[in-house]
T-cell receptor, first 112, second 112 residues
Framework: DAGITQSPRHKVTETGTPVTLRCHQT?????MYWYRQDPGHGLRLIHY???????DKGEVSDGYSVSRSKTEDFLLTLESATSSQTSVYFC???????????FGAGTRLSVL | TQLLEQSPQFLSIQEGENLTVYCNSS?????LQWYRQEPGEGPVLLVT???GGEVKKLKRLTFQFGDARKDSSLHITAAQPGDTGLYLC????????????WGLGTSLAVNP
């Protein structure tokens, strides 16, 4: 199994609070991704990174920011959480831009 | 607009039955991947197909990539309860290899 750790695994927070989710990899893969998965919408890309300090927006980036200061860590921040951001968040890594994506176990976030 | 249409969305069958899941698009894909996701976990890659007309077999699973590289199918022979899960297709559009395009998935339940 690819070494990907997401933390926390579960979080309940209140509307308006900041939330940071962490993705840590031990594979030294260049590409890292944050997705959210919701019923009826499938997996949607939030942000991705193609190297340290190199990030780009996905299709649902509004309300989210990311940072990657080290190869192994990719942080997803919800600056002011809203109920619409209640979802399961997955981190994925890939060695090549067209390669296999390896996923973490996910973070279940509830915004009340 | 969903670029990758998967059908059926839900499938409930008895152990031992055969089934086929379809992944269709009007776009041409340079490669297409099939993933399986179990509850509470991230998707895991089953296979990648890259050549039009390609057929790959993985034990009881047979994957086919259409000749025009616009569609793919997954056929399971003699389904078992362990096959239960969400099957996702995802592909890289020809000429745009930066982001993986995901289907919404087919939720399969195999009843003993």
């Amino acid at each position: 199994d690819a070494g990907i750790t997401q933390s926390p695994r579960h979080k309940v927070t209140e509307t308006g609070t900041p939330v940071t989710l962490r993705c840590h990899q031990t594979e030294n893969h260049r590409y890292m991704y944050w997705y959210r998965q919701d019923p009826g919408h499938g997996l949607r890309l939030i942000h991705y990174s193609y190297g340290v300090k190199d990030t780009d927006k996905g299709e649902v980036s509004d309300g989210y920011s990311v940072s990657r200061s080290k190869t192994e860590d990719f942080l997803l921040t919800l600056e002011s959480a809203t109920s619409s951001q209640t979802s399961v968040y997955f981190c994925a890594i890939s060695e090549y831009v067209v390669g296999i994506q390896y996923f973490g176990a996910g973070t279940r976030l509830s915004v009340l | 607009t969903q670029l990758l249409e998967q059908s059926p969305q839900f499938l409930s069958i008895q152990e031992g039955e055969n089934l086929t899941v379809y992944c269709n698009s009007s776009s041409v894909f340079s490669s297409l991947q099939w993933y399986r996701q179990e509850p509470g976990e991230g998707p895991v890659l089953l296979v990648t197909v890259v050549t039009g007309g390609e057929v790959k077999k993985l034990k009881r699973l047979t994957f086919q990539f259409g000749d025009a590289r616009k569609d793919s199918s997954l056929h399971i022979t003699a389904a078992q309860p362990g096959d239960t899960g969400l099957y996702l297709c995802a592909g890289f559009e020809a000429g745009n290899n930066r982001k993986l395009i995901w289907g919404l998935g087919t939720s399969l339940a195999v009843n003993p």
